[in-house]
Nanobody, 125 residues
Framework: QVPLVESGGGLVQPGRSLRISCTGSEFILDYYAIGWFRQAPGKAREGISCIASDDAVTEYTDSVKGRFGISRDKAKNTVYLQMNSLEPEDTAVYYC??????????????????WGPGTQVTVSS
């Protein structure tokens, strides 16, 4: 599988917004579902949401519901995670990964492959 690359992380104040990106090959973005995950220090990797090849969205955690949104731009071979009303608890390394066509029903990292290296998001004043 062709790897994915995340970008757009950084330091942001609480309450602000940030959009991070996941870029891959045209093939993988056309035929694979892309999931966003995050891992905070000392914690397990957590599934956030996933967008399927047909643009169906599956949300994996309630902790970001209403604040985070996933979208895909096939022309740019990119999937975005828009993060609004950020909280210090959102501080983590954010990863994207792929699954074939449909989003797995649960945000289990074992169901995804082609992990990117991650991008650090730090929410702090």
């Amino acid at each position: 599988q062709v790897p994915l690359v995340e970008s757009g992380g950084g330091l942001v104040q609480p309450g602000r917004s940030l959009r991070i990106s996941c870029t891959g090959s045209e093939f993988i973005l056309d035929y694979y579902a892309i999931g966003w995950f995050r891992q905070a220090p000392g914690k397990a990797r957590e599934g956030i949401s996933c967008i399927a090849s047909d643009d169906a969205v599956t949300e994996y955690t309630d902790s970001v519901k209403g604040r985070f949104g996933i979208s895909r731009d096939k022309a740019k071979n990119t999937v975005y995670l828009q993060m609004n009303s950020l909280e210090p608890e959102d501080t983590a390394v954010y990863y994207c990964a792929s699954a074939y066509y449909y989003c797995p029903g649960y945000g289990d990292p074992a169901d995804f492959g082609s992990w990117g290296p991650g991008t650090q998001v730090t929410v702090s004043s």
